[in-house]
């Protein structure tokens, strides 16, 4: 039998369930009932926040066993100025705000600042400003800090949101995953990652401000040693899926010239980048100053306004220190220019000019554009299987044809139900468009008679849409989710396929994710 016990201390109701988890929620409203549930929770434990302020919040030399979690409670915003772990572990911070004060010369100053081990950022709204539309130069640089900076291992930021900021994260954590998060309006540099064994993987990188003399980067990494800059290594890295874009607006106030993914200071070891969508307007969409076995395949790279020059390129050329680069693979990538220096193999790359670039994708319009391969595109069937990821930015397998496509996208094509051809299986496949905004198409296979059931989730788990909901033949459907009236952020769609006679019990269920951004 199981027993729960109630307890209420200092305005925090604690709940223990023994005989099944023995862990406890506590529920608190103010930063004082948020200190004193601190220093009181165990591992395993949740601390949940009612709306509010909670000001400046450091937590210091606490290690736990398990992970703790500390987190929103469903509807409730809960508002920080800052959150400071410091020499502590196994912390989880879940869907809150944070939003530091102007203060003058922020420069330096961090949102968020993590140092330890197992530390989770998870659904988290970090903004130094709400509207920046009157912004000038002078408030750009007064009213800005930096968003997220880690150092430790095996930390996890997640499907988080950090805009009106100069640097969105920066990293020396090692053992690390940073996914799926969107770094918006930005004056310095978007990622800058500089630790070992760290996978950035499906992060938006969008409309940089040029307000100063930094050369601001979507993603920047650098090695330190026992010389500084540029005499260390930096080792087992892995860029996947993001999308940099330098401005989505041509009338964005101080739009920057942003540099793709800039390496400047190798060397570079074992580092593996591939389905990146770069759309900027500097000769830096992809660049290795001195890489040892690294793998550049299936990116596409290319020019923001349209223009002839500069032409972004893929690059890989020497240590700045004269040594060669060796071992690298350039491969199945899309650019307007490529430049490469002794110690890379390079083939099934395609360079392409802004004025050819409606032979290959679908609207290439610049920072709106849509990179999708068109049916004619001769990239399509035309990249080699070797190094090529099994999956393209949008998660579709590789292959889809008769070959592997070059570029970050495979292509494929709407299946009508009015097809000869029926599914021999149940298949739910990636959304399409994804990202988003504000409407995706939902494509699946049933192989006979099934009730089906397409339903769309929020972060929280929270059902916001309903798409399909009755009994269907075998054949191959596509369903349109519009997300209109939902905001940004990370969401689910989960297909439920029956069994054939009960209409109890299922036969096939599926989960899969998608990114709306606004």
Request: include cysteine; charge should be negative.
């Amino acid at each position: 039998m199981k027993t729960c016990f109630y307890f209420f201390l200092l305005g925090i109701i604690i709940f223990v369930s023994i005989g099944s988890v023995n862990a406890a929620e506590i529920i608190v409203a103010n930063s004082s009932e948020l200190l004193n549930a601190i220093n009181n929770v165990q591992g395993g434990d949740t601390i949940t926040l009612l709306n509010g302020s909670y000001g400046d919040l450091t937590i210091s030399g606490k290690d736990n066993n398990s992970a703790v979690t500390i987190r929103a409670n469903t509807g409730a915003t809960p508002v920080f100025t800052s959150i400071n772990f410091n020499n502590s572990s196994y912390w989880n911070l879940v869907g809150v705000n944070i939003k530091p004060r102007y203060t003058s010369g922020a420069d330096g100053t961090r949102a968020v600042n993590l140092n330890g081990d197992y530390l989770t950022v998870k659904n988290c709204n970090i903004n130094y400003a709400d509207d920046i539309s009157g912004w000038t130069e002078s408030d750009w640089l007064a009213r800005t800090g930096n968003g997220i900076t880690m150092s430790g291992s095996n930390i996890s930021i997640l499907e988080n949101t950090i805009t009106a900021v100069d640097h969105g994260i920066g990293s020396d954590a090692s053992n690390s995953l940073v996914s799926g998060n969107l770094i918006a309006n930005f004056r310095g540099d978007g990622i800058r990652g500089l630790g070992d064994d760290i996978v950035y993987e499906f992060n938006t990188i969008k409309n940089s401000y040029d307000v100063d003399d930094n050369h601001d980067d979507g993603f920047q990494s650098w090695s330190i040693g026992p010389g500084g800059v540029g005499t260390g290594v930096v080792k087992n890295v892995v860029l996947r899926g993001n999308t940099i874009i330098n401005f989505e607006d041509p009338t964005q106030s101080y739009k920057g010239n942003l540099q793709g993914v800039g390496l400047f200071d190798g060397m570079f070891e074992n580092w593996i980048v591939e389905n990146n969508l770069v759309i900027t307007d500097h000769w830096h969409g992809i660049s290795f100053y001195g890489a040892i076995n690294c793998t550049i395949v299936n990116n596409t790279v290319v020019d923001n306004d349209l223009t002839p020059s500069p032409d972004p390129w893929i690059m890989v050329t020497d240590h700045k220190n004269g040594t060669p680069s060796s071992g690298v693979i350039v491969r199945n990538n899309i650019s307007t220019d490529f430049s490469f220096s002794g110690g890379v193999t390079e083939d099934h790359n395609i360079e392409i000019t802004m004025n050819e670039a409606s032979t290959y994708f679908a609207d290439p319009s610049g920072g709106n554009g849509d990179y999708h391969l068109i049916a004619t595109s001769s990239a399509v069937d035309a990249g080699s299987s070797v190094n090529a990821p099994n999956i393209d930015r949008d998660g579709i397998a590789r292959p889809q044809g008769n070959g592997f496509d070059i570029g970050a996208y495979e292509y494929t094509s709407s299946v009508s139900v009015n097809e000869e051809t029926l599914p021999n299986d149940f298949i739910l496949f990636q959304n399409y468009p994804n990202p988003f905004n504000p409407t995706t198409n939902i494509r699946f296979q049933i192989s006979n008679p099934r009730y089906v059931t397409l339903k769309v989730f929020d972060i929280l788990g929270n059902e916001v849409a309903t798409l399909i909901n009755k009994k269907k033949p075998a054949g191959n459907y596509e369903a349109e989710f519009n997300a209109s009236d939902l905001s940004s952020g990370i969401y689910f769609y989960q297909l439920k396929v029956g069994n054939p006679s009960s209409g109890s019990g299922h036969s096939f269920i599926e989960t899969k994710k998608m990114i709306l951004m606004k």
